[in-house]
Every structure is written in structure tokens, then in C-alpha cells.
């Protein structure tokens, strides 16, 4: 059985290319599954082909970031991949994610390790009903959101005085407005997107029960906590809060600092797997000198 990586991405399409022949280099018999927004730029299909084993999967609407169809992204390349790839672990990767370490030596330690899962599961604690600012992540997942048009001074005064009741976000591609709720049944849990995850792991996120589905479609963010609550609640799963992955911070920035040469001391030292996030327009050399350590 091999090894899937879910790549997901909806700019730089050469980027993308790149990584997947990395991948297909850097392990001949894993599978791909890509999935790429293309309302930007498109990717070269015939490239992609080329590869093998690809598992292109197409989304049927544009993928609005932190909303429903980011949730619905995710589960359509997990489902596609167990439907259509006979795979023992898989790896969800970004566009400009990369791996910093030979392929063959991070996949023997995922078949041979003790655990299930590498996910981050850390506790969110519901909202208190005190009219101050709730906890970023208490706000996102104990409200239910829906899209409304942009709101006047009058509105949002008025939701302002309604707090904890009610509260508006302004997300890049409008707003919501979100009424307070109970939460999941389950203890929710937060963490990154970019999940590491067994056969079974992948199996208990897709089949979670609609119920709860169905509330993380009114969430904000929801893939930074659907897969993590749901893995968090599957007792039978071993779980490492280790993601294998490499970022490197600014203080107080929302986003991963781009990487580049200079951070390749850090990155190899780090013994993760991956590193994001990687811009050819801001360094091209650190990939060249990447691919020396991982293509040899």
C-alpha cells in the first residue's frame, strides 16, 4: 500500500507541478489526488497526466476561503481518495508546501510509528455570555454563520449591542453575520489544516455524523477544527499533536513567513517532513537547494 498526498491549491500552477513531480520523484508508487480552484489560472492538464496516477478532482463551485466549500473541498478529496486510492497513509498538502527531508525516509517512519494520526487537537472552550470579545476560536465555531449583505453603521451598532448573542465577520469574500449556538455535541478542537493521517483516521472524518457536518458548514474556518474535533472524539485512534511540518512565524502575522535560503538551516534541522509556505517569485533557489536533499 502507498502513500497519497492530497494537494490542494488554487494559484502558481508551475509551483504545483513542481511539487507533484517531487512527489512522484521522491516516491515512484505514491498516489496523487490534486485538487485545484482554477477561477484564477489554471493548471497544465497535460503535465499533471503525465505524472501518473493522478487523481485530478474538480470542484463543482469556486472555494471560498473559511467557508462551507472549504469543509466540502476537503471531504471531496478524502472521500475521492478512499474510494479510488488503495493507500495506508495520506498527506494533505498545500500548493506551497514542499518536503524538506527524502521521501522514503518519512514514509517507513509513518508505517513503522505508534500513532494514527499527526493533528494538532487543541481545546476550544465555549464562548462565556459576558458582552466582552470572545476567543477567536470560541467565535468561530459556537456561533452559526450566514452571509448577509454589507451591513450599514445601524447594523452593525446593533449587533455590537447584541453581543454574545450575535456577531459579524468580514471575511475577504463578504460578511456573515453569526448567532451564538450550543457548539458540537463533541469537545471541540482546533488545530492546522495540513493533516498527516492514517487509512482509519481518514475513515473517521468522512464518516462523521451528518449532524455534526452540518453545523461546521455554518462555522467559520471549519477545516482548522471539523477533522481535528472528529479524530479527537475516535478513541480508537492514536494521536500525535506533531504535524511534521515546518512554518516559521512573524509576531503577531495572521499568515507563515515565505521561506527561503536562509531558512534552510532551521528546516533541516527541524526533522519534519514539509515546510510551508515557498514563492519562486520571492526565493527560486531554495527549492534547488531542497531538491538536493530530497532527490539526492
Known amino acids: 500500500m502507498s ?140 456561533y452559526r454563520y450566514r452571509p448577509i449583505r454589507p451591513p450599514g453603521p445601524l447594523l452593525r451598532r446593533a449587533v455590537a449591542a447584541a453581543r454574545p448573542l450575535l456577531t459579524l465577520r468580514d471575511m475577504p469574500w463578504g460578511t456573515v453575520l453569526g448567532r451564538r449556538c450550543a457548539g458540537p455535541s463533541r469537545s471541540v478542537r482546533r488545530g492546522a489544516d495540513w493533516l498527516t493521517l492514517s487509512r482509519g483516521a481518514v475513515e473517521a472524518v468522512v464518516n462523521a455524523s451528518p449532524q455534526l457536518v452540518r453545523h461546521y458548514r455554518r462555522a467559520l474556518m471549519p477545516t482548522e477544527s471539523f477533522p481535528h474535533t472528529v479524530l479527537h472524539a475516535t478513541a480508537a485512534l492514536r494521536l500525535s499533536g506533531d504535524t511534521r511540518r515546518f512554518t516559521s512565524w512573524a509576531p503577531s502575522s495572521p499568515n507563515p513567513s515565505v521561506l527561503g535560503v536562509g531558512d534552510l538551516e532551521a528546516m533541516l534541522a527541524s526533522g519534519n517532513d514539509f515546510a510551508r509556505k515557498f514563492d519562486p517569485g520571492v526565493d527560486a533557489r531554495v527549492l534547488d537547494e531542497l531538491d538536493r536533499v530530497v532527490l539526492g
Do not use: N
Open 3 to 142: 502513500t497519497a498526498y492530497v494537494v490542494i491549491s488554487h494559484r502558481q500552477p508551475e509551483q504545483v507541478l513542481r511539487l507533484a513531480r517531487t512527489l512522484r520523484t521522491g516516491s515512484p508508487s505514491c498516489s496523487l489526488v490534486v485538487h485545484h480552484d482554477d477561477r484564477a489560472v489554471a493548471l497544465d492538464e497535460a503535465a499533471l497526466r503525465a505524472l501518473g496516477g493522478v487523481e485530478r478532482v474538480l470542484p463543482p463551485t469556486p472555494v471560498a476561503w473559511g467557508w462551507t466549500s472549504q469543509l466540502d473541498m476537503l471531504l471531496r478529496c478524502l472521500t475521492r481518495a478512499l474510494e479510488r486510492v488503495d493507500f495506508e497513509w495520506l498527506v494533505v498538502l498545500s500548493g506551497q508546501d514542499y518536503p524538506i527531508r527524502p521521501l522514503e525516509d518519512s514514509e517507513r517512519e509513518l508505517r513503522e510509528g505508534a500513532f494514527d494520526a499527526y493533528v494538532e487537537t487543541v481545546p476550544v472552550a465555549p464562548p462565556s455570555w459576558s458582552r466582552a470579545d470572545a476567543d477567536e476560536f470560541a467565535r468561530r465555531y459556537f
